[in-house]
């Protein structure tokens, strides 16, 4: 009996021992990884920088399929966050800093500790070097486990190099994969809206187009409006020269209303008129290449585009019905000098000669980038 009391015994001062020497060690931490990612600069920033993609890519999702996430308003840019709730507990994550297509600072909230993470895209061959790194500092329960899972380094840096793995597969298929479709001439209807019109950098609209989106869908649900179908951008002006375009960000509504004056939202209407259509299957980066070809449909068949609109982009399906980037799908629009007045659209398909269907493609997108404060610095 004696015996068994000094190994008791031993063990628990063995265990103050151990206890007081972790509680002691500097708690402090810098964890880095980094990973070339096979898509453009911009690209892999614009999508880090919306915490809706986090969930996406993050390892810590698969760990725990369970986690819930909840989104405010606006997810994008300096100020934004997210939270979620999972097996673990509760966290929170914010961005505190952001230049654009260079580096994001942000704040995380979780278990009772806070610390800071840094994002770095940098140009490189095959891609951006994207570098993540977290500072903080251990509480003793975090030391302990810490201690017992082979240090704080292996814990986050397997976690950010799974996630980087996933992401560099999120940019090469989901982000790269699309495809171009010109329907040919269509004969729309007239179409009521609110919106919101200002001038912006053409690089900076994809941005200001999540910051609008839900003011305006916010408006009409306070209001009881009736949203009658997809949002989309009224190209006023497209200067590519100058890398200018005056907008209307907008939603259909059901039927013509008067806004009160000093709103920042207004109402309008879509003239009915014959315009040529193309359908772009994938994400946003590559509306150029679709806006090109069907300016090339009106060239090579010699019509006469309506001089007051350069183009109308709806978003028929976007991540609000469906995750994947590949399997978006935006319609343009450029309008012809008409005077026609049909109820629905009527499609005339382009002629084999004129067809420019292309089959989906592995591409480089262009670079974009985007102000997340474009849209409050322009109204």
């Not at 009160?260 to 003239?271: T, W």
């Not at 084999?352 to 404060?373: A, C, D, G, Q, R």
Request: hydrophobic share 35%; net charge positive; aromatic share 12%.
């Amino acid at each position: 009996m004696r015996i068994l009391k000094y190994v008791f015994l031993l063990l628990l001062l063995s265990l103050v021992a151990l206890s007081i020497f972790i509680a002691t060690q500097n708690g402090d931490y810098v964890v880095e990884r980094s990973k070339i990612i096979n898509a453009p600069k911009a690209t892999v920033f614009n999508y880090v920088n919306d915490y809706r993609n986090w969930a996406d890519f993050g390892s810590w999702v698969a760990e725990d399929p369970q986690m819930k996430f909840i989104y405010p308003e606006n997810t994008v840019g300096k100020g934004a966050f997210y939270s979620w709730e999972g097996k673990e507990g509760f966290g929170k994550m914010q961005t505190l800093f952001v230049k654009e297509n260079d580096s994001i600072s942000q704040k995380m909230d979780y278990k009772d500790e806070t610390s800071l993470v840094f994002w770095k895209f940098k140009d490189t061959i095959g891609g951006t070097k994207v570098t993540w790194k977290t500072e903080g500092k251990m509480n003793f329960l975090f030391k302990i486990y810490s201690a017992l899972n082979g240090g704080v380094n292996t814990i986050i840096g397997t976690m950010y190099e799974k996630s980087l793995a996933n992401l560099d597969k999120a940019m090469d298929y989901e982000i790269n994969t699309f495809s171009v479709k010109l329907n040919g001439l269509v004969k729309s209807p007239q179409k009521f809206y609110l919106g919101m019109t200002f001038t912006s950098e053409i690089e900076k609209v994809n941005k200001n187009f999540k910051i609008v989106i839900p003011k305006i869908t916010t408006f009409c649900k306070e209001n009881n409006i009736i949203i009658s179908g997809k949002p989309f951008i009224i190209y006023h002006t497209y200067d590519q020269t100058n890398g200018l375009t005056k907008i209307t960000i907008g939603i259909p509504i059901n039927k013509e209303i008067l806004i009160s004056a000093g709103s920042d939202i207004s109402s309008g209407k879509i003239d009915a008129s014959e315009m040529v259509k193309t359908t772009l299957i994938g994400d946003y980066t590559h509306l150029k290449k679709a806006y090109d070809q069907t300016v090339a449909f009106l060239n090579k068949n010699q019509l006469k585009r309506e001089p007051t609109l350069s183009h109308i982009e709806i978003y028929s399906k976007s991540k609000s019905d469906i995750k994947s980037p590949s399997k978006w799908s935006t319609e343009i629009y450029i309008p012809l000098v008409s005077k026609i007045t049909p109820s629905a659209e009527t499609v005339i398909e382009p002629t084999e000669n004129n067809n420019l269907t292309t089959e989906p493609v592995i591409s480089t997108p262009k670079k974009t980038s985007v102000n997340n404060n474009e849209v409050q610095s322009e109204f």
